[in-house]
Each structure stands twice: as C-alpha cells, then as structure tokens.
C-alpha cells in the first residue's frame, strides 16, 4: 500500500499567513480560527501552535500583514501622481479605498476593534508606516488663524474621518446608496474644499 507523504512547509508561518488572509477573505475574523488556519494551510492542527499560540497571536500577524497591505495600496495610488496636494489627497484616499473594498475582511480586522496585541512592536511600526502616508498628505494644508502645531493634527483627523467613515459606510451600508464601482466617484465629490499652504 502506498503511504500518503505528510504535508510540508518549506516556511510554514508564512503558509499559515496566506491561509490567514484567504480565511478572511472568504469569512471575515469570525471565519478565524487556529483549527480551520491548520485545515487551510494542509497541516496537522498543532502545527500552528509554534508560530500561534492562540487567535490574539493569529490575528496580531494577520493585523501586521494587513497594515503593509494598506500602506501599499495607498503607496501605489500616490506614485502614479504629480505632488499637487489635493491630487495627493485623492490618491491616497483611492488607494484606502480600493483595500477597503478589495479586503473586507482585512480591513474590519484592523480597525473593527478586533483583539490585537496592541505592544507587539511589527503590529506598532506598520501601523505608524500607514498613518505617515496620512500625515504626509495633510501637511500641506493651510492651518487657518495662526492655529499652532495641533492644527496639523486637526487636519489629519478630519481627512481621517472623511475616508475612513467612507469606507466604513461603503462596506456597511444596506440601502443601496453608495456604489462601491462608483466609490473613487463618491470620494472625489464630497472632498471639501481645503485651502493649502
């Protein structure tokens, strides 16, 4: 009788990963668990423990992968531009946008305020990797009234909000109103109208 040869992983932590992600990707975070992780990923259900000891560990690497993800989604849609700020602006909130969209899962893991470890130091550097990009795109804008360095912060929370609440509301809403094919038309409408330095 010929045997059956045991499932190998050449880098089974990054196999897990990839099983991590098309998990979301078909079920969202309630579709994770470390024993449907070790039946996607073709190992027994203890290998996984090594590399995830438990979902917070899943969930945290899945979290980190998810952030470069973003930042790259965001980085792409701002190579293809001049360095006009509002072109700027736009650009990146395409490319937040379109991973929202493309990552569903992904995304609500990061920001649905799923259990992460939050001192887990590569979770903290490709968190603090995407929200630059936010910070680079908000500089320009003009703060009014002499405001200090806070303004600065202001006008990164307002674009924040703008395109985040977009996407929440994209991926959220049942009434039909926002077109996610149309999300990039959406997004340009509503940008207000920001004064620049």
């Not at 049942?174 to 094919?181: C, E, F, L, T, Y």
């Amino acid at each position: 009788m010929k045997m059956k040869k045991p499932h190998h992983h050449g880098n089974l932590r990054a196999a897990l990963i990839v099983a991590g992600l098309e998990l979301l990707q078909s079920g969202g975070v309630p579709a994770l668990s470390i024993r449907k992780l070790a039946q996607k990923a073709g190992v027994t259900h203890a290998a996984p423990a090594h590399h995830f000891p438990n979902l917070k560990s899943l969930r945290t690497a899945l979290a980190v992968e998810g952030f470069k993800m973003f930042t790259q989604s965001m980085e792409s849609q701002l190579a293809e531009v001049d360095d006009d700020p509002r072109t700027r602006i736009i650009a990146a909130g395409r490319g937040y946008l379109r991973f929202a969209k493309d990552n569903s899962g992904l995304f609500n893991l990061i920001f649905g305020g799923t259990d992460l470890d939050g001192e887990n130091a590569e979770l903290v550097e490709a968190s603090e990797a995407a929200y630059q990009v936010l910070q680079m795109i908000a500089e320009p804008i003009a703060i009014r009234n002499g405001a200090s360095a806070s303004g600065n912060k202001s006008n990164e929370m307002m674009i924040w909000s703008l395109i985040h609440g977009l996407a929440g509301l994209m991926l959220n809403d049942k009434s039909g109103r926002i077109d996610p094919a149309h999300i990039d038309q959406i997004f340009d409408s509503i940008l207000p109208s920001l004064t620049f330095k």
